[in-house]
């Protein structure tokens, strides 16, 4: 893809799952890739299996040392890392504090560290990882579903904010994925996200599908589009079906 071929790409939180599925895809499209994770190993194993180079460390301060990997010039940034913060209001402040750095925050400070560049070039992509729950909602994760509402709300904005600047944004919103977050959602995951799951490689599909046809919304799960637009028709009637679902999964539990 001739967007993409030689171009300078970051993905954070590519030590796994989806974040691992475009670092592969976006170096098997030719471009040049650096791996982010916290874990080092893993961002190391990825890295190595598909010739890119690792940066590990916190993904909301790594954009200066993979600018530096990539020779001064990052092209696309993913921000893939994130939390599956499970909780409701009642969850420690620390639990909706860490989902809002990770969630919203790194993204923000990307963002901070990359648009001066980007608009005095006049190019960029900015690719956020957001969720169907920055569309939608998930029972059982109040810090999750909010901060991905926020996840959407800024990538949206810098869309509508830069677009005319030459800032390409696509913000991914799949329901589950079999990775070890869709593990980790337990039962509530089990109930809504694992009948429909698909593959971290079917994420990367959609994405590069959005990138040719120069679309903001990435759904891998297309149904989504049709939750969205009930949800925003008639909103009573979807919280209603919404807390039906919450009733079935407290029954269940």
Known sequence: MGTVEGAGVVVTGAGGGIGAALARRFAAEGARVVVNDLDGDKARAVADGIGATAVPG???????????????????????????????PFSDEAVWAAAWDVNVMAHVRAARALLPDWLERGEGRFVSTVSAAGLLTMIGAAPYSVTKHGALAFAEWLSLTYRHRGLKVHAICPQGVRTDMLAATGSAGELVLAPTAIEPDDVADALFDAIADDRFLVLPHP???????????????????????????EAGR
């Open 58 to 88: 916190d993904a909301s301060a790594i954009v200066d040392a993979a600018r530096e990997a990539l020779g001064e010039r990052v092209d696309v940034y993913c921000a893939n890392a994130g939390l599956g913060s499970g909780g409701d």
């Open 223 to 249: 149904e989504v589009a049709e939750y969205y637009q009930a949800r925003a028709a008639e909103p009573d009637r979807w919280i209603g079906g919404m807390n039906r679902l919450q009733q079935k999964w």
